[in-house]
């Protein structure tokens, strides 16, 4: 059962565009939604992380829109940048509990 | 201060092996969590500990798998008599525990089985 959907696979965004990367998920009980940002030969490194009571937070270049009746929430990378070029995981979880991780989006930024 | 940090950072091993995995997480965090990552996956939970006490390990793919944390700091994932389906990137994570839920993650383990 995979409990945070994600979409797409993969998105390839010309420099100084908007990526845009969705997630839905299952689980209620769900109170903590971050987004990680992985590069090739590192862990996961925490980007912006939300919680349901919040229906936006931005963070620079970096906002999670979240609508919880729809049990959907996104990440928006505004002027992407060629630094930007990564995989990203959103996520859900309980307080100081397992994360549940989607299966990942290649961002590549084309210079 | 340092972050979390993992040993070794690849390992190669004969199926049949037993490996051992190294986690040593920032000072003073309470909560420690192991992750199995297949290639072009997300990671996938295996166990957690707070402080000594493993309070979750029904992410363990086997009873071959087996993880400690015997003085509330430093911790071990073994995993016994490997098979190829355990070549992974084994990550470790960890937190202040409470309400503060933030990870953070070490660079992970590459295990090939050969």
């Known amino acids: 059962q995979q409990q945070v959907k994600q979409s797409p696979q993969s998105l390839i965004v010309q420099k100084g565009g908007i990526s845009i990367i969705n997630c839905a998920y299952e689980n209620t009980a769900f109170d903590y939604f971050p987004w990680y940002q992985q590069f090739p030969g590192k862990g996961p490194a925490l980007l912006i992380a939300i919680r349901p009571d919040v229906s936006e937070k931005k963070e620079g270049r970096f906002t999670i829109s979240f609508n919880k009746s729809a049990k959907q929430f996104s990440l928006h990378i505004m002027d992407s940048q060629p630094g930007d070029s990564a995989t990203y995981f959103c996520?859900?979880?309980?307080?100081?509990?397992?994360?549940?991780f989607g299966k990942g989006t290649r961002l590549h930024i084309l210079p | 201060g340092a972050g979390v940090s993992q040993s070794p950072r690849y390992k190669v091993a004969k199926r049949g092996q037993d490996v051992a995995l190294r986690c040593d997480p920032i000072?003073?965090?309470?909560?420690l969590f192991w992750y199995q990552q297949a290639l072009g996956q997300g990671p996938e939970f295996l166990t957690y500990f707070q402080n000594e006490a493993q309070l979750d390990k029904s992410g363990l793919p086997s009873d071959r798998f087996f993880a400690e944390r015997p003085e509330g700091s430093v911790s071990t994932l073994k995993i016994q008599r490997t098979q190829q389906e355990d070549s992974a990137v084994y990550l470790c994570?960890?937190?202040?525990?409470?309400?503060?839920?933030?990870?953070?993650f070490g660079p992970g383990t590459r295990l090939t089985v050969t």
């Open positions: 994570a960890s937190s202040l525990g409470g309400e503060g839920n933030e990870q953070y």
């Open positions: 996520a859900g979880a309980n307080r100081d509990d397992k994360i549940i």
């Open positions: 000072s003073g965090h309470v909560s």
